[in-house]
T-cell receptor
């Protein structure tokens, strides 16, 4: 059974700092991996999707990497801003695009 | 283009009552999903559908039922509500099985 772990559970950083969120998974037979952002009381917003054949994806200040063999993904956020404060969820896609989620990392960026 | 919409936003149920959570998408997506999110936890898949008339169980299907009679709608039925079903329920959709999933705003359900 696939298990997804996110470290750290919570992170507080000053504005402007670069940061890395970590995601690990136990079964490397995945179709893709997605990173989502969730604001309090809201739904999920997809940030980046990496197909299993890809190594990384970039969108603006965000960069996500995928290492299937080691069962790891990282989300790099450059020059963090208070508006980046949210919960970040990692999810691995299995057959049928069934997503298995981690518990998330709560990020707070202090101004 | 409203994306994925869910109703109601919030509901309180008594133990043993039943209800249907509605989900509609206007993106002509084939795949639709229902997840639940408990406090401090990731989302868990309840049911999913790869097209009209086709549904399958996810990780936590007990106590729920679904149907998919149209491409747009994917309602989730709770029969005999129990306190363990207190959660936030999210509906999602994607065009095909390897593309981005788009989520609705969620339905917060409290069973007392």
């Amino acid at each position: 059974k696939q298990e997804v772990t996110q470290i750290p559970a919570a992170l507080s950083v000053p504005e402007g700092e670069n940061l890395v969120l970590n995601c690990s998974f136990t079964d490397s037979a995945i179709y893709n991996l997605q990173w989502f952002r969730q604001d309090p009381g809201k739904g999920l917003t997809s940030l980046l999707l990496i197909q299993s054949s890809q190594r990384e994806q970039t969108s603006g200040r965000l960069n996500a990497s995928l290492d299937k063999s080691s069962g790891r993904s990282t989300l790099y956020i450059a020059a963090s801003q208070p508006g980046d404060s949210a919960t970040y969820l990692c999810a691995v896609g299995e057959y049928g695009n069934k997503l298995v989620f981690g518990a998330g990392t709560i990020l707070r960026v202090k101004s | 283009n409203a994306g994925v919409t869910q109703t109601p936003k919030f509901r309180i149920l008594k133990i043993g009552q039943s209800m249907t959570l509605q989900c509609t998408q206007d993106m002509n997506h084939n795949y639709m999903y229902w997840y639940r999110q408990d406090p401090g936890m990731g989302l868990k898949l309840i049911y999913y559908s790869v097209g009209a008339g086709i549904t399958d169980k996810g990780e936590v299907p007990n106590g729920y039922n679904v149907s998919r009679s149209t491409t747009e709608d994917f309602p989730l039925r709770l029969e005999l509500a129990a306190p363990s079903q207190t959660s936030v329920y999210f509906c999602a959709s994607s065009y095909v099985g390897w593309e981005t999933q788009y989520f609705g705003p969620g339905t917060r359900l409290l069973v007392l």
